[in-house]
Protein backbone atom coordinates (compact mmCIF):
# COMPACT_ATOMS: atom_id res chain seq x y z
CA UNK A 1 0.00 0.00 0.00
CA UNK A 2 1.23 3.51 -0.99
CA UNK A 3 2.24 5.63 1.96
CA UNK A 4 1.79 9.41 2.37
CA UNK A 5 2.17 11.51 5.28
CA UNK A 6 -0.98 13.51 4.32
CA UNK A 7 -3.57 12.85 1.92
CA UNK A 8 -5.89 15.56 0.99
CA UNK A 9 -9.11 15.11 -1.09
CA UNK A 10 -9.88 18.26 -3.17
CA UNK A 11 -7.92 20.16 -5.14
CA UNK A 12 -9.94 23.30 -4.82
CA UNK A 13 -8.76 26.58 -2.95
CA UNK A 14 -8.94 24.13 0.44
CA UNK A 15 -7.10 21.36 -0.66
CA UNK A 16 -4.70 23.16 -2.60
CA UNK A 17 -3.76 25.30 0.75
CA UNK A 18 -3.50 23.07 3.26
CA UNK A 19 -1.20 20.68 0.49
CA UNK A 20 0.61 23.89 0.22
CA UNK A 21 1.17 24.19 4.07
CA UNK A 22 1.53 20.70 4.70
CA UNK A 23 4.32 19.92 2.20
CA UNK A 24 6.40 23.36 2.99
CA UNK A 25 6.71 21.69 6.49
CA UNK A 26 8.29 18.35 5.30
CA UNK A 27 5.53 16.27 4.90
CA UNK A 28 4.81 13.79 2.22
CA UNK A 29 1.44 15.06 0.58
CA UNK A 30 -1.27 13.88 -2.06
CA UNK A 31 -4.05 15.37 -3.41
CA UNK A 32 -6.56 13.61 -5.34
CA UNK A 33 -9.31 15.30 -7.22
CA UNK A 34 -12.13 13.82 -9.62
CA UNK A 35 -11.43 16.65 -12.02
CA UNK A 36 -9.79 16.65 -14.82
CA UNK A 37 -8.27 19.95 -13.80
CA UNK A 38 -7.36 21.40 -10.83
CA UNK A 39 -8.67 24.53 -8.46
CA UNK A 40 -11.56 23.22 -7.84
CA UNK A 41 -14.52 26.26 -8.81
CA UNK A 42 -12.04 28.73 -9.17
CA UNK A 43 -11.00 28.37 -12.96
CA UNK A 44 -14.68 29.17 -12.91
CA UNK A 45 -14.31 32.87 -11.10
CA UNK A 46 -13.38 35.45 -13.56
CA UNK A 47 -14.74 38.30 -11.29
CA UNK A 48 -11.77 40.41 -9.05
CA UNK A 49 -12.22 38.69 -5.46
CA UNK A 50 -13.04 40.82 -2.25
CA UNK A 51 -11.36 40.97 0.88
CA UNK A 52 -8.09 42.41 1.62
CA UNK A 53 -4.64 42.63 0.27
CA UNK A 54 -3.35 39.38 2.26
CA UNK A 55 -6.81 37.62 1.04
CA UNK A 56 -5.56 38.62 -2.69
CA UNK A 57 -8.20 40.84 -3.25
CA UNK A 58 -8.77 42.75 -6.58
CA UNK A 59 -7.24 39.31 -8.24
CA UNK A 60 -9.54 36.98 -10.56
CA UNK A 61 -10.44 33.83 -9.15
CA UNK A 62 -8.26 31.93 -11.75
CA UNK A 63 -5.39 33.91 -11.34
CA UNK A 64 -5.51 32.68 -7.99
CA UNK A 65 -6.03 29.18 -8.87
CA UNK A 66 -2.93 29.65 -11.49
CA UNK A 67 -0.97 30.73 -8.55
CA UNK A 68 -2.02 28.26 -5.86
CA UNK A 69 -1.17 25.64 -8.36
CA UNK A 70 2.09 27.10 -8.77
CA UNK A 71 2.88 27.44 -5.07
CA UNK A 72 1.56 24.16 -4.85
CA UNK A 73 4.51 22.53 -7.52
CA UNK A 74 7.04 24.49 -6.22
CA UNK A 75 6.13 22.83 -2.39
CA UNK A 76 6.20 19.81 -3.52
CA UNK A 77 2.92 18.34 -3.65
CA UNK A 78 1.77 16.30 -5.77
CA UNK A 79 -1.62 16.95 -7.19
CA UNK A 80 -3.31 13.09 -8.86
CA UNK A 81 -6.37 14.14 -11.77
CA UNK A 82 -8.93 11.99 -12.77
CA UNK A 83 -8.76 10.29 -9.01
CA UNK A 84 -12.21 9.88 -7.31
CA UNK A 85 -11.68 8.76 -3.68
CA UNK A 86 -14.53 6.22 -3.11
CA UNK A 87 -13.93 5.45 0.42
CA UNK A 88 -12.30 6.48 3.73
CA UNK A 89 -11.57 3.42 6.22
CA UNK A 90 -10.63 2.85 9.54
CA UNK A 91 -6.91 3.82 10.51
CA UNK A 92 -7.11 6.36 7.36
CA UNK A 93 -7.14 3.90 4.82
CA UNK A 94 -8.23 5.65 1.60
CA UNK A 95 -9.22 4.05 -1.49
CA UNK A 96 -9.04 5.66 -5.12
CA UNK A 97 -10.70 4.93 -8.42
CA UNK A 98 -7.39 5.30 -11.21
CA UNK A 99 -8.34 4.73 -14.71
CA UNK A 100 -9.76 1.88 -14.43
CA UNK A 101 -8.52 0.15 -10.84
CA UNK A 102 -9.24 1.54 -7.38
CA UNK A 103 -5.88 1.36 -5.35
CA UNK A 104 -5.56 1.57 -1.43
CA UNK A 105 -3.54 4.40 -0.37
CA UNK A 106 -3.01 5.12 3.34
CA UNK A 107 -1.35 8.61 5.71
CA UNK A 108 -1.23 9.23 9.03
CA UNK A 109 -3.15 12.71 8.52
CA UNK A 110 -6.32 13.16 5.94
CA UNK A 111 -7.93 16.62 4.80
CA UNK A 112 -11.12 16.55 3.34
CA UNK A 113 -11.62 19.52 1.29
CA UNK A 114 -14.21 18.07 -1.14
CA UNK A 115 -16.16 21.54 -1.26
CA UNK A 116 -20.15 21.82 -1.98
CA UNK A 117 -22.64 20.60 -4.32
CA UNK A 118 -25.62 22.77 -5.67
CA UNK A 119 -29.25 22.78 -4.09
CA UNK A 120 -31.96 22.56 -6.23
CA UNK A 121 -35.72 23.59 -6.28
CA UNK A 122 -38.62 21.50 -7.35
CA UNK A 123 -41.19 23.35 -9.16
CA UNK A 124 -43.65 22.09 -12.27
CA UNK A 125 -40.92 21.21 -15.53
CA UNK A 126 -37.92 21.71 -13.40
CA UNK A 127 -36.89 18.42 -14.82
CA UNK A 128 -37.05 20.00 -18.71
CA UNK A 129 -33.56 20.39 -20.49
CA UNK A 130 -32.79 23.59 -19.92
CA UNK A 131 -33.15 24.21 -16.32
CA UNK A 132 -29.65 24.05 -15.02
CA UNK A 133 -27.47 25.03 -12.03
CA UNK A 134 -25.61 27.91 -11.43
CA UNK A 135 -22.69 26.02 -11.62
CA UNK A 136 -23.07 24.02 -14.98
CA UNK A 137 -23.78 28.17 -16.20
CA UNK A 138 -20.31 29.02 -14.83
CA UNK A 139 -18.93 26.14 -16.52
CA UNK A 140 -20.25 26.10 -20.19
CA UNK A 141 -19.06 30.53 -19.95
CA UNK A 142 -16.10 30.35 -18.51
CA UNK A 143 -14.58 26.98 -18.92
CA UNK A 144 -15.59 25.73 -22.34
CA UNK A 145 -17.04 28.91 -24.14
CA UNK A 146 -20.44 28.00 -24.72
CA UNK A 147 -23.68 30.54 -23.92
CA UNK A 148 -25.67 28.39 -21.59
CA UNK A 149 -28.88 30.15 -23.47
CA UNK A 150 -29.97 33.17 -25.34
CA UNK A 151 -32.64 34.04 -22.67
CA UNK A 152 -32.19 33.26 -19.48
CA UNK A 153 -34.08 33.96 -16.00
CA UNK A 154 -31.55 33.19 -12.74
CA UNK A 155 -33.78 31.89 -9.96
CA UNK A 156 -31.68 33.46 -6.46
CA UNK A 157 -30.33 36.07 -5.72
CA UNK A 158 -27.36 35.65 -3.18
CA UNK A 159 -23.61 36.44 -4.39
CA UNK A 160 -23.83 33.03 -7.10
CA UNK A 161 -27.03 34.10 -8.56
CA UNK A 162 -26.07 38.02 -8.94
CA UNK A 163 -22.25 37.17 -9.55
CA UNK A 164 -23.29 34.66 -12.48
CA UNK A 165 -26.45 36.65 -13.78
CA UNK A 166 -23.64 39.38 -14.40
CA UNK A 167 -20.80 36.88 -16.22
CA UNK A 168 -24.07 35.60 -18.25
CA UNK A 169 -24.69 39.33 -19.57
CA UNK A 170 -21.00 39.49 -20.39
CA UNK A 171 -20.99 36.23 -22.46
CA UNK A 172 -23.51 37.74 -24.50
CA UNK A 173 -26.48 36.69 -22.47
CA UNK A 174 -30.08 38.33 -22.24
CA UNK A 175 -31.16 37.88 -18.40
CA UNK A 176 -34.68 38.43 -18.33
CA UNK A 177 -34.74 38.67 -14.71
CA UNK A 178 -33.22 38.03 -11.30
CA UNK A 179 -35.89 36.11 -8.80
CA UNK A 180 -35.62 34.87 -5.18
CA UNK A 181 -37.98 33.91 -2.58
CA UNK A 182 -36.91 35.88 0.15
CA UNK A 183 -38.19 39.38 0.53
CA UNK A 184 -34.69 40.54 0.37
CA UNK A 185 -31.36 40.33 -2.19
CA UNK A 186 -29.23 37.99 -0.18
CA UNK A 187 -25.53 38.90 -2.19
CA UNK A 188 -23.95 41.98 -1.74
CA UNK A 189 -25.65 45.71 -3.00
CA UNK A 190 -22.74 46.29 -5.09
CA UNK A 191 -22.87 42.60 -7.39
CA UNK A 192 -26.85 43.57 -7.50
CA UNK A 193 -26.18 46.77 -8.74
CA UNK A 194 -23.96 45.48 -11.65
CA UNK A 195 -26.84 43.88 -12.82
CA UNK A 196 -29.61 46.25 -12.09
CA UNK A 197 -27.69 49.11 -14.49
CA UNK A 198 -27.42 46.57 -17.26
CA UNK A 199 -31.24 46.77 -17.19
CA UNK A 200 -32.18 43.21 -15.19
CA UNK A 201 -35.07 43.96 -13.26
CA UNK A 202 -35.19 42.02 -9.71
CA UNK A 203 -38.35 40.16 -8.41
CA UNK A 204 -38.14 39.43 -4.69
CA UNK A 205 -40.34 37.80 -2.99
CA UNK A 206 -41.09 35.46 -6.51
CA UNK A 207 -40.76 32.47 -6.81
CA UNK A 208 -41.19 29.87 -9.84
CA UNK A 209 -44.50 28.46 -10.78
CA UNK A 210 -43.96 26.73 -13.78
CA UNK A 211 -41.53 25.77 -16.25
CA UNK A 212 -42.95 25.77 -19.56
CA UNK A 213 -42.07 23.42 -22.58
CA UNK A 214 -42.59 19.79 -24.30
CA UNK A 215 -39.08 18.55 -24.70
CA UNK A 216 -37.36 21.51 -23.58
CA UNK A 217 -37.58 25.68 -21.77
CA UNK A 218 -39.60 27.54 -23.74
CA UNK A 219 -40.95 30.32 -20.99
CA UNK A 220 -41.23 30.03 -17.22
CA UNK A 221 -44.14 31.73 -15.48
CA UNK A 222 -43.28 33.02 -11.45
CA UNK A 223 -45.41 34.43 -8.79
CA UNK A 224 -45.19 36.49 -5.82
CA UNK A 225 -45.46 34.53 -2.50
CA UNK A 226 -47.24 35.34 0.60
CA UNK A 227 -45.71 34.83 4.07
CA UNK A 228 -46.18 31.52 4.45
CA UNK A 229 -44.47 30.97 0.84
CA UNK A 230 -47.65 30.45 -1.00
CA UNK A 231 -48.40 32.27 -4.25
CA UNK A 232 -50.56 34.89 -4.30
CA UNK A 233 -52.93 34.26 -7.24
CA UNK A 234 -53.41 37.02 -9.80
CA UNK A 235 -49.52 38.11 -9.35
CA UNK A 236 -48.19 35.66 -12.32
CA UNK A 237 -45.59 36.91 -14.70
CA UNK A 238 -44.43 35.54 -17.73
CA UNK A 239 -41.25 34.89 -19.37
CA UNK A 240 -40.28 33.82 -22.49
CA UNK A 241 -36.83 32.66 -22.06
CA UNK A 242 -35.03 29.15 -23.20
CA UNK A 243 -32.98 29.06 -20.19
CA UNK A 244 -33.43 28.74 -16.07
CA UNK A 245 -30.98 29.40 -13.75
CA UNK A 246 -30.64 27.59 -10.13
CA UNK A 247 -28.82 29.88 -7.86
CA UNK A 248 -30.39 28.22 -4.41
CA UNK A 249 -27.67 27.88 -2.12
CA UNK A 250 -25.42 24.76 -1.87
CA UNK A 251 -24.57 21.91 0.55
CA UNK A 252 -21.82 20.53 2.01
CA UNK A 253 -20.68 17.42 0.53
CA UNK A 254 -19.73 15.66 3.76
CA UNK A 255 -20.17 11.57 2.81
CA UNK A 256 -16.18 11.20 3.25
CA UNK A 257 -16.38 12.71 6.90
CA UNK A 258 -19.39 10.58 7.52
CA UNK A 259 -18.36 7.55 6.35
CA UNK A 260 -14.77 7.71 8.33
CA UNK A 261 -17.20 7.84 11.33
CA UNK A 262 -16.60 11.56 12.57
CA UNK A 263 -18.89 13.05 14.76
CA UNK A 264 -21.78 15.38 12.38
CA UNK A 265 -23.67 17.96 12.90
CA UNK A 266 -26.92 19.18 10.90
CA UNK A 267 -26.40 23.28 10.64
CA UNK A 268 -28.15 26.13 8.78
CA UNK A 269 -25.92 28.11 9.83
CA UNK A 270 -22.89 26.19 7.73
CA UNK A 271 -25.19 25.23 5.16
CA UNK A 272 -26.27 21.74 5.95
CA UNK A 273 -24.77 18.18 7.23
CA UNK A 274 -21.15 18.88 8.53
CA UNK A 275 -18.36 17.18 10.39
CA UNK A 276 -17.68 19.01 13.57
CA UNK A 277 -14.50 20.27 13.74
CA UNK A 278 -12.25 22.46 16.34
CA UNK A 279 -10.58 25.44 16.13
CA UNK A 280 -7.85 24.29 13.61
CA UNK A 281 -10.53 22.38 11.15
CA UNK A 282 -9.62 18.72 12.97
CA UNK A 283 -12.43 16.17 13.21
CA UNK A 284 -13.71 14.12 16.39
CA UNK A 285 -11.23 11.21 14.70
CA UNK A 286 -7.22 13.13 15.31
CA UNK A 287 -5.46 13.43 12.35
CA UNK A 288 -8.74 13.56 9.99
CA UNK A 289 -9.25 17.41 8.87
CA UNK A 290 -12.05 19.17 6.84
CA UNK A 291 -11.67 22.60 5.49
CA UNK A 292 -13.47 24.88 2.96
CA UNK A 293 -17.74 24.61 2.16
CA UNK A 294 -17.36 21.20 3.16
CA UNK A 295 -16.98 21.85 6.63
CA UNK A 296 -19.56 25.24 6.28
CA UNK A 297 -20.46 26.66 2.93
CA UNK A 298 -18.93 30.05 2.95
CA UNK A 299 -16.84 31.25 -0.07
CA UNK A 300 -13.11 30.66 -1.75
CA UNK A 301 -11.34 33.50 0.31
CA UNK A 302 -12.32 31.94 3.39
CA UNK A 303 -11.84 27.69 1.97
CA UNK A 304 -8.06 28.73 1.37
CA UNK A 305 -7.39 30.56 4.51
CA UNK A 306 -9.28 27.20 6.17
CA UNK A 307 -6.93 25.32 4.43
CA UNK A 308 -4.10 26.33 5.27
CA UNK A 309 -4.87 26.18 9.27
CA UNK A 310 -5.98 22.53 8.77
CA UNK A 311 -2.15 22.15 6.87
CA UNK A 312 -0.30 23.68 9.46
CA UNK A 313 -2.37 21.59 12.17
CA UNK A 314 -2.58 18.77 10.26
CA UNK A 315 2.24 19.24 10.36
CA UNK A 316 1.37 19.80 13.95
CA UNK A 317 -0.69 16.34 14.59
CA UNK A 318 2.15 14.43 12.68
CA UNK A 319 5.09 15.86 14.76
CA UNK A 320 6.60 17.96 11.96
CA UNK A 321 6.59 21.39 13.76
CA UNK A 322 6.18 22.33 17.54
CA UNK A 323 2.77 23.90 19.62
CA UNK A 324 4.44 27.38 19.26
CA UNK A 325 4.99 27.26 15.42
CA UNK A 326 1.02 25.70 15.46
CA UNK A 327 -0.09 28.31 17.44
CA UNK A 328 1.58 31.53 16.04
CA UNK A 329 0.64 30.56 12.25
CA UNK A 330 -2.88 29.85 13.65
CA UNK A 331 -3.22 32.69 15.07
CA UNK A 332 -2.16 34.64 12.25
CA UNK A 333 -4.46 33.24 9.72
CA UNK A 334 -7.24 32.96 12.05
CA UNK A 335 -6.80 36.70 12.42
CA UNK A 336 -7.18 36.96 8.44
CA UNK A 337 -10.15 34.56 8.43
CA UNK A 338 -12.04 36.36 11.19
CA UNK A 339 -11.65 40.29 9.11
CA UNK A 340 -13.31 38.22 5.85
CA UNK A 341 -16.53 36.88 8.39
CA UNK A 342 -16.96 40.76 9.69
CA UNK A 343 -19.72 42.66 8.14
CA UNK A 344 -23.25 42.36 7.41
CA UNK A 345 -22.54 39.15 5.42
CA UNK A 346 -20.72 37.73 7.88
CA UNK A 347 -22.12 34.23 8.79
CA UNK A 348 -23.24 35.55 12.52
CA UNK A 349 -25.71 38.19 10.11
CA UNK A 350 -26.71 35.52 7.99
CA UNK A 351 -30.49 35.91 7.94
CA UNK A 352 -30.47 39.20 9.93
CA UNK A 353 -32.12 42.14 8.60
CA UNK A 354 -30.13 44.88 8.99
CA UNK A 355 -31.21 48.16 8.73
CA UNK A 356 -28.02 50.45 9.42
CA UNK A 357 -24.38 50.09 8.85
CA UNK A 358 -21.44 50.23 11.62
CA UNK A 359 -20.88 54.01 10.61
CA UNK A 360 -24.96 54.35 11.39
CA UNK A 361 -25.89 54.94 7.80
CA UNK A 362 -29.39 53.54 6.85
CA UNK A 363 -29.10 50.49 4.61
CA UNK A 364 -30.93 51.21 1.26
CA UNK A 365 -34.15 49.65 1.46
CA UNK A 366 -34.26 50.36 -2.68
CA UNK A 367 -31.12 48.73 -3.28
CA UNK A 368 -32.54 45.44 -0.99
CA UNK A 369 -35.09 45.33 -3.07
CA UNK A 370 -34.33 46.50 -6.12
CA UNK A 371 -31.12 46.33 -6.34
CA UNK A 372 -29.26 50.17 -6.58
CA UNK A 373 -29.76 53.12 -4.81
CA UNK A 374 -32.14 56.07 -5.72
CA UNK A 375 -30.92 59.18 -6.87
CA UNK A 376 -31.13 60.46 -2.83
CA UNK A 377 -29.58 57.39 -1.28
CA UNK A 378 -26.68 57.41 -2.66
CA UNK A 379 -25.64 60.93 -1.77
CA UNK A 380 -25.74 60.17 2.02
CA UNK A 381 -22.97 57.38 1.84
CA UNK A 382 -19.26 58.61 2.49
CA UNK A 383 -17.65 57.44 -0.46
CA UNK A 384 -19.98 60.27 -2.24
CA UNK A 385 -19.24 63.73 -2.03
CA UNK A 386 -19.51 66.91 -4.27
CA UNK A 387 -16.28 68.26 -4.56
CA UNK A 388 -14.69 70.72 -7.56
CA UNK A 389 -12.77 69.32 -10.16
CA UNK A 390 -12.79 65.39 -11.16
CA UNK A 391 -13.12 63.29 -7.68
CA UNK A 392 -13.98 59.71 -7.16
CA UNK A 393 -17.40 58.72 -6.39
CA UNK A 394 -17.98 55.52 -4.23
CA UNK A 395 -21.30 53.99 -3.89
CA UNK A 396 -20.36 51.66 -1.15
CA UNK A 397 -23.52 51.36 1.19
CA UNK A 398 -22.76 47.54 3.01
CA UNK A 399 -20.44 46.46 5.49
CA UNK A 400 -18.24 43.90 2.77
CA UNK A 401 -14.91 43.09 3.93
CA UNK A 402 -13.03 44.39 0.94
CA UNK A 403 -10.62 47.45 1.07
CA UNK A 404 -8.39 47.65 -2.25
CA UNK A 405 -9.82 51.20 -3.14
CA UNK A 406 -7.89 52.50 -0.35
CA UNK A 407 -4.90 51.01 -1.61
CA UNK A 408 -5.16 51.88 -5.06
CA UNK A 409 -5.24 55.67 -4.45
CA UNK A 410 -1.71 57.22 -5.18
CA UNK A 411 -2.59 60.22 -3.62
CA UNK A 412 -4.63 58.65 -0.14
CA UNK A 413 -8.14 59.89 -1.38
CA UNK A 414 -9.62 57.02 0.13
CA UNK A 415 -9.72 55.90 3.63
CA UNK A 416 -11.09 52.66 5.04
CA UNK A 417 -8.80 52.37 8.14
CA UNK A 418 -7.86 49.10 9.56
CA UNK A 419 -11.47 47.59 9.96
CA UNK A 420 -11.73 46.19 6.53
CA UNK A 421 -15.45 46.10 6.60
CA UNK A 422 -15.97 49.95 7.04
CA UNK A 423 -17.15 52.11 4.46
CA UNK A 424 -14.95 54.28 2.14
CA UNK A 425 -14.66 57.77 3.07
CA UNK A 426 -13.66 59.85 0.15
CA UNK A 427 -11.20 62.76 2.38
CA UNK A 428 -12.38 66.17 0.62
CA UNK A 429 -8.95 67.52 1.51
CA UNK A 430 -7.12 65.47 -0.92
CA UNK A 431 -6.40 66.26 -4.71
CA UNK A 432 -7.78 63.12 -7.10
CA UNK A 433 -5.78 62.98 -10.57
CA UNK A 434 -8.35 61.25 -11.84
CA UNK A 435 -5.95 57.93 -12.56
CA UNK A 436 -9.06 55.69 -12.32
CA UNK A 437 -6.91 52.83 -10.08
CA UNK A 438 -9.94 52.77 -7.61
CA UNK A 439 -12.70 52.47 -10.52
CA UNK A 440 -10.46 49.49 -11.83
CA UNK A 441 -9.42 48.20 -8.27
CA UNK A 442 -13.24 48.26 -7.19
CA UNK A 443 -14.48 44.32 -7.22
CA UNK A 444 -17.75 45.59 -6.77
CA UNK A 445 -17.09 47.55 -9.83
CA UNK A 446 -19.04 50.49 -7.28
CA UNK A 447 -16.45 53.21 -8.30
CA UNK A 448 -17.17 56.09 -10.74
CA UNK A 449 -15.28 59.23 -11.45
CA UNK A 450 -17.59 62.47 -11.63
CA UNK A 451 -16.28 65.67 -12.71
CA UNK A 452 -18.39 68.46 -13.18
CA UNK A 453 -16.34 70.60 -14.59
CA UNK A 454 -15.82 68.80 -17.34
CA UNK A 455 -16.86 71.62 -19.51
CA UNK A 456 -19.70 73.78 -19.90
CA UNK A 457 -22.88 72.23 -19.35
CA UNK A 458 -21.03 68.76 -19.45
CA UNK A 459 -19.83 66.20 -16.69
CA UNK A 460 -17.76 63.45 -17.29
CA UNK A 461 -18.06 59.98 -15.87
CA UNK A 462 -16.08 57.46 -15.96
CA UNK A 463 -17.22 53.83 -15.61
CA UNK A 464 -15.59 50.41 -15.13
CA UNK A 465 -16.59 48.55 -18.20
CA UNK A 466 -16.22 44.63 -18.62
CA UNK A 467 -17.63 43.87 -21.83
CA UNK A 468 -16.56 43.60 -25.18
CA UNK A 469 -16.09 44.74 -27.96
CA UNK A 470 -15.14 47.85 -26.28
CA UNK A 471 -16.38 50.89 -28.21
CA UNK A 472 -13.88 53.58 -29.31
CA UNK A 473 -13.20 56.96 -28.10
CA UNK A 474 -15.66 59.15 -30.11
CA UNK A 475 -18.64 56.36 -30.34
CA UNK A 476 -21.86 57.65 -29.48
CA UNK A 477 -23.70 55.29 -27.26
CA UNK A 478 -26.87 55.59 -24.47
CA UNK A 479 -26.28 56.12 -20.70
CA UNK A 480 -28.07 54.01 -18.16
CA UNK A 481 -28.96 54.74 -14.99
CA UNK A 482 -28.46 52.83 -11.80
CA UNK A 483 -31.70 51.00 -12.51
CA UNK A 484 -30.77 50.44 -16.04
CA UNK A 485 -33.23 53.08 -17.57
CA UNK A 486 -32.39 55.04 -20.81
CA UNK A 487 -31.47 58.54 -19.45
CA UNK A 488 -29.73 60.30 -22.05
CA UNK A 489 -27.60 60.20 -24.93
CA UNK A 490 -23.84 59.85 -24.35
CA UNK A 491 -20.37 60.32 -25.97
CA UNK A 492 -17.19 58.22 -25.16
CA UNK A 493 -14.57 60.77 -24.88
CA UNK A 494 -11.66 58.39 -23.13
CA UNK A 495 -11.48 54.54 -23.27
CA UNK A 496 -8.25 53.16 -20.76
CA UNK A 497 -6.97 49.83 -20.52
CA UNK A 498 -3.78 49.66 -19.12
CA UNK A 499 -2.20 46.61 -17.59
CA UNK A 500 -2.14 47.66 -14.22
CA UNK A 501 -6.51 47.65 -14.75
CA UNK A 502 -6.59 44.02 -14.84
CA UNK A 503 -8.81 44.14 -17.65
CA UNK A 504 -11.25 46.32 -16.16
CA UNK A 505 -11.60 48.64 -18.90
CA UNK A 506 -12.20 52.68 -17.92
CA UNK A 507 -14.88 53.99 -19.87
CA UNK A 508 -14.96 58.26 -20.00
CA UNK A 509 -18.60 59.62 -20.98
CA UNK A 510 -19.57 62.62 -21.85
CA UNK A 511 -23.21 63.60 -20.35
CA UNK A 512 -25.00 66.48 -19.62
CA UNK A 513 -24.30 68.11 -16.04
CA UNK A 514 -28.02 67.37 -14.64
CA UNK A 515 -26.66 63.35 -15.52
CA UNK A 516 -23.59 63.44 -13.86
CA UNK A 517 -24.93 61.87 -10.63
CA UNK A 518 -27.09 59.43 -12.54
CA UNK A 519 -25.36 57.71 -15.27
CA UNK A 520 -23.89 54.72 -14.20
CA UNK A 521 -23.65 52.52 -17.16
CA UNK A 522 -22.76 53.14 -21.12
CA UNK A 523 -25.01 51.06 -23.87
CA UNK A 524 -23.59 50.80 -27.30
CA UNK A 525 -26.22 52.26 -29.70
CA UNK B 1 -38.37 9.00 22.40
CA UNK B 2 -37.70 10.49 19.26
CA UNK B 3 -40.88 11.75 17.01
CA UNK B 4 -38.96 9.77 13.91
CA UNK B 5 -38.84 6.41 16.19
CA UNK B 6 -41.92 6.87 17.33
CA UNK B 7 -44.08 4.33 15.48
CA UNK B 8 -47.28 4.53 16.88
CA UNK B 9 -48.03 8.38 16.48
CA UNK B 10 -50.93 9.30 14.31
CA UNK B 11 -49.61 11.18 10.81
CA UNK B 12 -52.98 10.85 9.52
CA UNK B 13 -54.24 9.91 6.22
CA UNK B 14 -52.78 9.95 2.79
CA UNK B 15 -53.95 13.16 1.18
CA UNK B 16 -53.41 13.49 -2.29
CA UNK B 17 -51.98 16.64 -3.86
CA UNK B 18 -52.00 18.21 -7.17
CA UNK B 19 -48.47 17.67 -7.56
CA UNK B 20 -47.88 14.21 -6.24
CA UNK B 21 -46.71 13.31 -9.55
CA UNK B 22 -43.88 15.66 -9.95
CA UNK B 23 -40.14 13.66 -10.13
CA UNK B 24 -38.26 14.56 -7.35
CA UNK B 25 -35.26 11.55 -7.58
CA UNK B 26 -34.17 11.92 -11.06
CA UNK B 27 -31.75 9.18 -11.17
CA UNK B 28 -34.52 6.55 -9.86
CA UNK B 29 -37.82 8.58 -10.92
CA UNK B 30 -39.44 8.25 -7.86
CA UNK B 31 -42.35 11.12 -7.44
CA UNK B 32 -43.32 13.10 -4.98
CA UNK B 33 -46.53 11.25 -4.20
CA UNK B 34 -44.48 7.90 -3.86
CA UNK B 35 -42.17 9.25 -1.33
CA UNK B 36 -45.03 11.02 0.49
CA UNK B 37 -46.87 7.56 0.49
CA UNK B 38 -44.38 5.52 1.60
CA UNK B 39 -44.41 7.73 4.83
CA UNK B 40 -47.99 6.59 5.10
CA UNK B 41 -46.56 2.80 4.74
CA UNK B 42 -44.69 3.25 7.84
CA UNK B 43 -41.41 4.58 5.97
CA UNK B 44 -40.10 7.88 8.64
CA UNK B 45 -36.39 7.03 8.19
CA UNK B 46 -34.25 8.79 5.33
CA UNK B 47 -32.48 4.97 4.92
CA UNK B 48 -36.02 3.00 4.86
CA UNK B 49 -37.06 5.10 2.01
CA UNK B 50 -34.15 4.54 0.48
CA UNK B 51 -34.09 0.95 0.52
CA UNK B 52 -38.52 1.16 -0.26
CA UNK B 53 -38.15 3.68 -3.08
CA UNK B 54 -34.15 3.66 -4.28
CA UNK B 55 -34.43 7.68 -3.90
CA UNK B 56 -30.59 8.34 -3.70
CA UNK B 57 -29.29 5.30 -5.09
CA UNK B 58 -28.95 5.86 -8.80
CA UNK B 59 -26.29 7.92 -10.66
CA UNK B 60 -25.83 11.14 -8.77
CA UNK B 61 -26.16 8.95 -5.22
CA UNK B 62 -29.13 11.62 -3.64
CA UNK B 63 -26.46 14.83 -4.21
CA UNK B 64 -29.67 16.43 -6.07
CA UNK B 65 -32.41 14.94 -4.37
CA UNK B 66 -31.38 14.54 -1.06
CA UNK B 67 -32.14 17.34 0.97
CA UNK B 68 -35.79 17.58 -1.26
CA UNK B 69 -36.55 13.63 -0.42
CA UNK B 70 -35.63 14.77 3.59
CA UNK B 71 -38.17 17.98 3.23
CA UNK B 72 -40.88 15.96 2.10
CA UNK B 73 -40.67 13.25 4.46
CA UNK B 74 -40.05 15.70 7.44
CA UNK B 75 -43.38 17.97 6.13
CA UNK B 76 -45.42 14.64 6.02
CA UNK B 77 -43.95 13.25 9.50
CA UNK B 78 -44.74 17.18 10.97
CA UNK B 79 -41.12 17.66 11.78
CA UNK B 80 -38.10 19.66 11.12
CA UNK B 81 -36.43 18.50 8.43
CA UNK B 82 -33.08 18.70 10.93
CA UNK B 83 -34.64 16.05 12.99
CA UNK B 84 -34.02 13.34 10.14
CA UNK B 85 -30.54 11.48 10.06
CA UNK B 86 -29.06 11.48 6.36
CA UNK B 87 -28.38 8.46 4.36
CA UNK B 88 -25.82 6.46 5.40
CA UNK B 89 -22.53 6.93 3.64
CA UNK B 90 -20.73 4.28 2.42
CA UNK B 91 -18.33 2.91 -0.52
CA UNK B 92 -18.34 3.22 -3.42
CA UNK B 93 -18.58 7.50 -3.42
CA UNK B 94 -19.26 8.17 -6.79
CA UNK B 95 -21.23 5.28 -9.31
CA UNK B 96 -18.28 3.10 -10.53
CA UNK B 97 -18.23 0.18 -13.01
CA UNK B 98 -17.99 -3.55 -11.60
CA UNK B 99 -15.43 -4.32 -13.79
CA UNK B 100 -13.20 -1.32 -12.13
CA UNK B 101 -14.65 -1.73 -8.49
CA UNK B 102 -13.49 -5.50 -8.68
CA UNK B 103 -9.75 -4.46 -10.11
CA UNK B 104 -8.94 -3.39 -6.66
CA UNK B 105 -4.91 -3.03 -5.78
CA UNK B 106 -4.61 -4.01 -2.10
CA UNK B 107 -1.32 -3.25 -2.34
CA UNK B 108 -1.11 -0.45 -3.90
CA UNK B 109 1.08 1.57 -6.28
Not at chain 1, 58 to 63: M, N, Q, Y
Not at chain 1, 407 to 415: F, M, V
Not at chain 2, 7 to 24: L, T, W
Not at chain 2, 44 to 71: A, D, N, P, S, W
Request: charged share 25%; with cysteine.
Amino acid sequence: MKRYDCIVVGAGPAGLSAAIEAAKRGLKVVVFDENSKPGGQLFKQIHKFFGSKEHRAKIRGFKIGEELLKEANDAGVEVVLNAIVIGLYLDKEVTVKIDDEVIHYKADAVIIATGASENMVTFDGWTLPGVIGAGAAQTMMNLHGVQPGKKILMLGSGNVGVVVGYQLIQAGCEVVAIVDAAPRIGGYGVHAAKVARCGVPFYLSHTIIKAEGEECVTGVTIGEVDSKWQIIPGTEKHFEVDTICLAVGLSPMSQLTKMAGCIMEENPKKGGYVPVCDEYGETSIKGIFAAGDVSGIEEASSAMIEGRIAGVAASYRLGFIEKEELEEKAEELEKALSSLRQGMFGPENKGKDIEKTDEGFEVSKNLLKKGYLTDEEVTKYPGVKTMKGIHPVIECSQNIPCNPCQDACPKNCIKIGANITSLPVVDEESTCIGCGMCVASCSGQSIFLVNEDYEEGYTSVTLPYEFLPLPEKGAKGIGLDRSGKEACEVEVIDVKSVKAFDNTNLLTIKVPNEMGMKVRFFKQA
Amino acid sequence: MSKVNDRSRDIGEFIPQPDDDMIICRCEEITKGEIRRAVHDGMFTITEIRRYLRTGMGLCQGQTCGKLVKGIVARELKISPLELESAVSRAPMRPIEMEVFGNEQVGGK
